[in-house]
């Protein structure tokens, strides 16, 4: 059974400070994605990491994949209020195959302080 | 585009009554899937289907149905609802084939409460 795993579940962090959250999960998988979630709204995607070594930055946020390892990480650089959320890594349960079918880990839920 | 459209977006239902979720998607995807999401646990797949007349279960089906009589609709139905089925539900399509990244694409989301 594919488990996901999120660390830590809740991080309150200053602004202007860096932190990581992390994502491990327990089978072979080279498809891992990021989801974004607001309080109330739906879940946008931030990344699709495809391959071992993957690495994507969008503004502040930067996440990368270690298939050999089974683990992403996902790096905020000088964190500011408008990252407050709860973020979410999901792996592909087919293992890279064309299922589609995603298990989520139970989520990060980001507060950034003044 | 619409992308995905959920609705009801606010559902209260009595013990027991049924219902159903309504989910069309204007992408031309060809997976879709169900999924709750219940406080502080993540999403679990609730039921998916690859193609127009092919469904099957995910993770949590007991107590849902569903259809996929064309490829944008995917209705969730309860039947007999229970306040374990208290959540919020999701809606998402992919198309998840070769040279495509298969990241999902949500709907806003249907709150519903069972008491």
């Known amino acids: 059974e594919l488990k996901v795993e999120q660390n830590p579940l809740f991080l309150s962090m200053q602004e202007g400070k860096n932190y990581t959250i992390y994502c491990n999960y327990s089978t072979t998988s080279d498809r891992l994605y990021w989801y974004r979630q607001d309080p109330g709204k739906s879940l946008e995607s931030l990344f699709v990491l495809l391959s071992n070594g993957a690495v994507k930055q969008e503004g502040r946020l930067m996440a990368s994949l270690d298939t050999k390892a089974r683990l992403s990480t996902l790096h905020i650089t000088a964190a500011v209020h408008d990252l407050s959320a709860t973020y979410f890594c999901?792996?592909?349960?087919?293992?890279?195959?064309?299922?589609?079918?995603?298990?989520f880990g139970k989520g990060t839920k980001l507060s950034v302080k003044p | 585009n619409a992308g995905v459209t959920q609705t009801p977006k606010f559902r209260i239902l009595k013990i027991g009554q049924s219902m159903t979720l309504q989910c069309t998607q204007d992408m031309n995807h060809n997976y879709m899937y169900w999924y709750r999401q219940d406080p502080g646990m993540g999403l679990k797949l609730i039921y998916y289907?690859?193609?127009?007349?092919?469904?099957d279960k995910g993770e949590v089906p007991n107590g849902y149905n569903v259809s996929r009589s064309t490829t944008e609709d995917f209705p969730l139905r309860l039947e007999l609802a229970a306040p374990s089925q208290t959540s919020v539900y999701f809606c998402a399509s992919s198309y998840p084939y070769s040279g495509n990244t298969g990241e999902l694409f949500f709907g806003e989301g249907s709150r519903l409460t069972v008491l």
């Open positions: 999901a792996v592909d349960h087919e293992g890279g195959g064309s299922q589609g079918n995603l298990i």
């Open positions: 289907s690859v193609g127009a007349g092919i469904t």
